[in-house]
């Protein structure tokens, strides 16, 4: 049950990675085009990027800690 959780953060780790590329991409793009995108949206870009990115390492952070279920346990207990 846990691997849904996991799969969740992979994907909005992707997602992060993908709004910083669209706003270093428009950052790079301002200095070397005269007809480029206004700063403030890559601006938007990289700090949501951000913002995922750290909710996705909390998210992860939480998820190490908490304690694992000893599945061998459960077995034998509802084996009786």
């Known amino acids: 049950m846990r691997q849904s959780g996991l799969g969740a953060s992979v994907l909005l780790a992707v997602l992060a990675a993908v709004q ?22 890559a601006v938007v870009h990289i ?22 279920l000893d599945r061998s346990r459960t077995k034998e207990s509802t084996m009786d």
């Open 20 to 41: 910083l590329i669209i706003g270093t991409t428009i950052v790079a793009n301002h200095f070397t085009s005269t007809d480029s995108l206004p700063v403030w949206l």
């Open 47 to 68: 700090v949501m990027g951000l913002g995922i990115g750290a909710g996705v390492l909390l998210e992860l952070r939480k998820h190490r800690s908490r304690p694992t």
